[in-house]
């Protein structure tokens, strides 16, 4: 699998602990769209390849599949990536690349929603419960089929910063988990 992430990329560094040694997948490929984000060192210490593609490389399509082609790519996991994906290559990836939301689609999702602007806004709705929603990908924002999603409790004197740490580890335990329960149950992938 490739991992597109934007930032810190704490996501990304537990889905390369993760599948170290798998006998069946690995990580073979870390992208960013920003050539500062941290998430660039956390893969060159763990040896695995990097690419920078800042959102014009996205518009040379040869160019982009070849890359993934190169490193033998046939799933796409996104983590923390702020960007559209463009529809060559959603096209490419029928149903193999994932996203994880930090809060419960259908609700609090969409343009804008991301970070603690997620979690500001669970909570001045005062919402019960919050949690995570891992999904398939597709050409609109946060309304991919749903694969999984598990859930915490919104519990008063909660703050965004509070709430974002529970659903962070609520990410590490079952991000990496979910895909490969999908990915070994959907193999065979050639991609088109
Ligand atoms: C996570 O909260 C994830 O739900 C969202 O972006 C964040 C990435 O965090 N899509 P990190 O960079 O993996 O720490």
């Not at 960007?83 to 096209?91: A, G, K, S, V």
């Not at 259908?106 to 999904?135: C, D, L, N, W």
Request: with cysteine; aromatic share 8%.
């Amino acid at each position: 699998m490739a991992i597109l992430a934007s930032g810190s990329g704490s996501n990304a560094a537990n889905f390369m602990v993760y599948f170290r040694n798998h006998p069946r997948i690995s990580v073979s490929l870390v992208v960013s769209n920003n050539a500062s984000a941290y998430v660039l060192e956390r893969a060159c210490k763990e040896g695995i390849p990097t690419a920078v593609l800042p959102g014009p490389a996205w518009e040379e399509p040869r160019q982009v599949l070849s890359l993934f082609d190169r490193y033998g790519i046939t799933a796409v996991v996104l983590a923390g990536y702020m960007r559209l994906l463009p529809p060559y290559f959603i096209n490419k990836y029928p149903d193999r690349i994932f996203n994880i939301h930090p809060a419960l689609l259908p609700g609090f999702g969409g343009k804008g929603m991301y970070g603690m602007h997620v979690h500001r806004t669970v909570i001045a709705a005062g919402e019960k419960q919050s949690g995570i929603t891992i999904h398939l990908v597709n050409e609109r924002y946060d309304q991919g089929p749903i694969l999984f999603q598990a859930t915490v409790e919104v519990e008063p004197g909660d703050t965004p910063e509070t709430l974002a740490a529970k659903v962070q580890k609520l990410e590490h335990k079952h991000y990496p988990k979910t895909i490969e329960t999908h990915l070994l149950n959907n193999p065979n992938h050639t991609p088109a």
